[in-house]
């Protein structure tokens, strides 16, 4: 029983390059969510997909795009990474009705440099 | 949109005392309020939420209380033990059916000590 399953853990860029955070659910869960986590700002919404086919804007957005693969992943892609991107991420889901409660990754540290 | 603040940032108790966190929202349509706990390098994990049809909820030694009148909730967290040390970040939301975006405080570190 997985649960939410992000991948890499660690992973450190050079300004400029790109990369794809990857996150699956197990849960049968229709939303899932990318937060990024900075010292201090508590969690900030990046992207949020209500339910597999959609995807929509959140607080901090710029610099990002995401996928929703399949019901189960959600990916996050940074085109060009930059120095303001260094943050903890967090991806997470939750069922539409009766809960709404998160389950959240583990999450990916990123640091770039 | 929503706006949650959280108060203190940081909280030092001694172990047995209470513990207590409030938040305020901007948002009177919100109506979903949970409580998530962060141990140091771990993921938030929910304890505790409460929705806006009920003003308090219990479980164990904790307790959420929710004032929508006045936009505020509270976390107390009673008798802690050294184990309740960790980050707390309140959050409310919607929860309108549809993606459910949880907007979070910015947290409070809570260290339980000897």
């Known amino acids: 029983n997985a649960g939410v399953t992000q991948t890499p853990k660690f992973q450190v860029l050079k300004t400029g390059q790109s990369m794809t955070l990857q996150c699956a659910q197990d849960?049968?869960?229709?939303?899932m969510y990318w937060y990024r986590q900075d010292p201090g700002m508590g969690l900030r919404l990046i992207y949020y997909?209500?339910?597999?086919?959609?995807?929509d804007k959140g607080e901090v957005p710029n610099g990002y795009n995401v996928s929703r693969l399949n019901k189960r992943e959600f990916s996050l892609r940074l085109e060009s990474a930059a120095p303001s991107q260094t943050s903890v991420y967090f991806c997470?889901?939750?069922?539409?009705?009766?809960?709404?409660?998160?389950?959240f990754g583990s999450g990916t540290r990123l640091t770039v440099v | 949109g929503e706006n949650v603040e959280q108060h203190p940032s940081t909280l030092s108790v001694q172990e047995g005392d209470s513990a207590v966190i409030k938040c305020t929202y901007s948002?009177?349509?919100?109506?979903?309020f949970p409580w998530y706990k962060q141990e140091l390098g771990k993921r938030p994990q929910l304890i505790i939420d409460?929705?806006?049809?009920?003003g308090e909820k219990k479980d164990q030694r904790i307790a959420v209380t929710l004032n929508k009148t006045a936009k505020h909730f509270s976390l107390h967290i009673t008798e802690t033990q050294p184990e309740d040390s960790a980050v707390y970040f309140c959050?409310?939301?919607?929860?309108?059916?549809?993606?459910?975006?949880?907007?979070f405080g910015t947290g409070t570190r809570l260290q339980v000590t000897l």
């Open positions: 997470a889901s939750s069922a539409n009705r009766g809960s709404y409660g998160y389950t």
């Open positions: 849960m049968n869960h229709n939303s």
């Open positions: 997909s209500a339910s597999e086919g959609t995807t």
């Open positions: 948002d009177s349509a919100s109506n979903y």
């Open positions: 409460i929705r806006s049809n009920v």
């Open positions: 959050a409310g939301s919607r929860g309108d059916g549809t993606a459910s975006k949880l907007t």
